[in-house]
């Protein structure tokens, strides 16, 4: 167990369907990570949030909406996805802080399938 | 982003050391070299990183080339756990650090 948690772990949604992803870290850290690995590509990171605000947005559509409420809790609304959405959502946390090294923790993943 | 190049895929025996090479001939001079590998149905996991010189951990050895454009991941007993895709990424050292996944190589172990 890395600290990290993810549910659910796999999820089937229609295209018209809302739904939300969590990630939960039990690690204090204060920063955390949405990715997304496709079939055949890298992964990809999505978004960034340090300090509960968010750092970076690499260019996701809208149909992916973050949210931060607090340090150990992240969330990925998705809603009116794309069959090419399908993929393994990954999140991951690390320590935001210059003295030191923070290498990342990252949870099991969700496995979403969109029809 | 720096370019790396890795094999797409490797095999060793098992008990055997094993020598993960990564080119990455545009690193800039401040850019870490992180590895991260990725084992079957999980999320990566950290393995080690280093500016300049060899890095030891429990884990692995990280030799990097004199003039950086290189460096080499080095299992030095291979176990069937070993099996997983490995990744080097250039980067910096940074808060929140953003990093950049390339393909990897995919390291099977033979028993």
Known sequence: ???????PRHLVMGMTNKKSLKCEQHLGHNAMYWYKQSAKKPLELMFVYSLEERVENNSVPSRFSPECPN?????????????????????????????????????PGTRLTVL | DAKTTQPNSMESNEEEPVHLPCNHSTISGTDYIHWYRQLPSQGPEYVIHG???????????????ED????????HRATLRDAAVYYCIPSL???AQKLVFGQGTRLTINP
């Open chain 2, 93 to 95: 050292i940074q808060g």
């Open chain 2, 68 to 75: 950086r454009k290189s460096s080499t991941l080095i299992l």
């Open chain 1, 1 to 7: 167990e890395t600290g990290v948690t993810q549910t």
């Open chain 1, 71 to 107: 340090s150990s809790h992240l969330f990925l609304h998705l809603h009116t996805l794309q069959p090419e959405d399908s993929a393994l959502y990954l999140c991951a946390s690390s320590q935001d802080g210059a003295s030191s090294y923070n290498e990342q923790f990252f949870g």
């Open chain 2, 51 to 65: 500016l300049t010189s060899n890095v030891n951990n429990r884990m692995a050895s990280l030799a990097i080339a």
